[in-house]
């Protein structure tokens, strides 16, 4: 039986699984991470489009400070309207049969 002289803790295990200079994205549905330029102040999802203010604790280390509320508004509305429309659709071909 081999000695392992990698012994790691489970902290230690974790470490190298750490990803500086990235953020998560905060919609569940989501969870992209993100990378953002060394000292924006907003970061925008290239999926699902939410937009996120941005502060930096370090040069290195960013974290989400909140929503950009006009922006993420606009896309809750444009999905509650395209799922009403939708919605809409199949009540008018459901009573049409």
């Known amino acids: 039986m081999a000695i392992d002289t990698e012994k790691l803790s489970g902290a230690e295990s ?12 905060h919609n569940p549905s989501c969870m992209e991470r993100l990378q953002p330029p060394a ?14 203010r941005i ?4 040069p290195n280390l960013p974290r989400i400070r909140g929503p950009v509320w006009d922006v993420n508004r606009k896309l809750a509305e444009d999905k509650l309207a395209s799922i ?3 919605k809409s659709k199949k009540a008018a071909k459901k009573g049409g049969d």
């Open 14 to 25: 974790l470490r190298k699984t750490r990803t500086y200079g990235k953020v998560r994205c």
């Open 55 to 58: 502060y930096w604790v370090n």
């Open 84 to 86: 009403n429309k939708s």
């Open 39 to 52: 000292g924006a102040d907003h970061i925008k999802c290239p999926t699902c489009g939410m937009e996120y």
